[in-house]
């Protein structure tokens, strides 16, 4: 059976098959959207039907900046969705639940870091006088090819989970 994307557009607007009304975009859909995507999170379906409902209008209407604008949002609550359920995957599988990052532009390719914390401290410097220094923390992600230090076997666990689950990663 051929499975397609339903999509309930609002305004109370009749609900439209996004693959006979759209066969222009389709093929700017991400892979798993043509494959019948299992949605994960019900929130993020909804905020996909209504950013999806923009593309095809702004396409109809050739708002060539727009369509960029829509087709970059219908990337990133895709990528959202995905890495909520990978989240979801781990934490059950193996207790490990922290802080969710994702990009929509793909697997990072060389290192970057996300800020976490910010403070002030005071130090002494030449034993006589203190000076205020701001502190930024972050987390600081690389390529797991790239990474220099052991990987902590939990991390290896996860990545098996995924793969028993299909999930295989863009990059490592």
Known sequence: MDEKILIQVGSGLPAMDAQSALPMISDQLPEPLRQGYQWH??????DFAEYLE???????????KQVVL???RVLDILTKDMAQRTQGLVAKGLGYNRDLYYSASGPAQSMFSVPIRRYQQTVIVNNHHTQQLDVKESLVYKPILQFDRMIPPQALRALTLLEGQGITPEAF
Do not use: A, M, Q, V
Request: hydrophobic share 20%; proline share 5%.
């Open 41 to 46: 999170n019900p929130e993020n379906e909804r």
């Open 54 to 64: 923009g593309l095809i209008f702004s396409h109809r209407h050739g708002l060539d």
């Open 70 to 72: 829509y087709k970059e």
